[in-house]
């Protein structure tokens, strides 16, 4: 990879996110982020604070999350050798969003919801894992394990919601699966944003290996590489990743089947070059996004609804073209 796109992929998020910092209801200039960041106490006390407790951390969450979901799908999509899997195919989201969902209903805070959301959608892929097992670990299985388990977990969603509080919890519920980064503080932070980072940093050592999902079994193991190591592997970095970031802001989709293909039309099928462009472009897109989310209206529009409207058209999109090389 040549220098001035390590620059670029450095910068443009960063870049991204500064201005980012300046839009709101509450306007700031450039020059009075700068000198906020540089720790001036020249530049009135409500900027300050606007700066610092609001929207560094929100970004800051908006960054590792659309990081986290582009790698996660990046690595279904290599796994499955599907361009269609999403973070969701094994199952982790609809666990995952289950657990939060049972947190609200029981007006945990905000630490325990996390903590309730990553062990289910934990639990959630060790479901999926062992119904595929079962079958000799067939990719094939362990999608149509992954649809199953998705699809007890959001009929349990539903369950929750039917029997929630139609005045308090009912909401509350409904406007966290919608997504939305708003509650993001540096406090939420503390658990999954390391989880995250972490995950990231581990798929972009073993990027490379990627790659060989795209061959046979056989041609895997010729290779003396540990097919079953190697999946084991790669699920557990993308579930962390998914189910951290659903806990801190909520499902958020379509991030993780966008991103990836943007990338893919730009730079072909070489995943060593793949999981760095996503890291970069999908942080710099979700902040583009929330940026969108909190700035458009008077009321923040919570974020799955930008995403549907941008995913779903590029979604027909891909469709038309895979439709077109199929001929």
């Known amino acids: 990879m040549k220098i001035r796109t390590k620059i670029f992929l450095i910068l443009f998020p960063i870049t991204i996110s500064i201005i980012a910092i300046g839009i709101g209801r509450m306007m700031i ?29 929100r970004i800051f969450l908006a960054l590792l999350a659309g990081a986290g979901l582009s790698v996660a799908g990046l690595c279904f999509q290599a796994l499955f050798s599907n361009p269609l899997a999403t973070p969701d195919t094994v199952g982790v989201a609809s666990g995952a969003s289950f657990g939060a969902v049972i947190a609200i209903l029981f007006s945990f805070n905000s630490l325990m919801t996390q903590v309730f959301s990553i062990f289910v959608g934990i639990i959630a892929v060790f479901v999926t894992w062992m119904v595929a097992k079962s079958k000799n670990m067939n990719v094939s299985f362990l999608v149509l394990s992954g649809i199953m388990v998705g699809s007890v977990f959001n009929a349990l969603i539903s369950l929750v919601k039917y029997v929630a509080d139609t005045e308090t919890k009912l909401p509350e519920i409904t406007y966290w699966l919608m997504g939305n980064l708003g509650v993001s503080n540096y406090k939420n ?7 995250i980072i972490i995950s990231i940093f581990f798929v972009y050592l073993m990027r490379w290996r990627l790659n060989l999902l795209s061959l046979t079994e056989e041609e895997i193991i010729s290779q003396g590489i540990n097919i079953k190591m190697l999946r084991v592997s790669i699920i ?65 529009i919570p974020i799955s609804i930008i995403t549907a409207l941008l995913g779903a058209p590029f979604f027909i999109y891909l469709l038309q073209d895979m439709k077109r090389r199929s001929v």
């Open 29 to 57: 200039s450039p020059t009075d982020i700068l000198k906020i960041l540089l720790g001036d106490m020249s530049v009135d006390k409500a900027s300050r604070l606007v700066v610092i407790n609001m929207r560094i951390p």
């Open 236 to 300: 557990t970095l993308a579930t962390m990743m998914t189910a951290s970031i659903i806990s801190m802001c909520g499902q958020v989709g379509w991030v993780g089947l966008i991103v990836p293909h943007i990338c893919k039309m730009k730079i072909g099928n070489n995943h060593s070059k793949l999981v760095p462009f996503c890291i970069s472009i999908g942080a710099s897109f979700m902040v583009i996004v929330d940026t969108m989310a909190r700035s458009l209206i008077a009321k923040e």
């Open 189 to 195: 932070l503390y658990i999954g944003a390391p989880i």
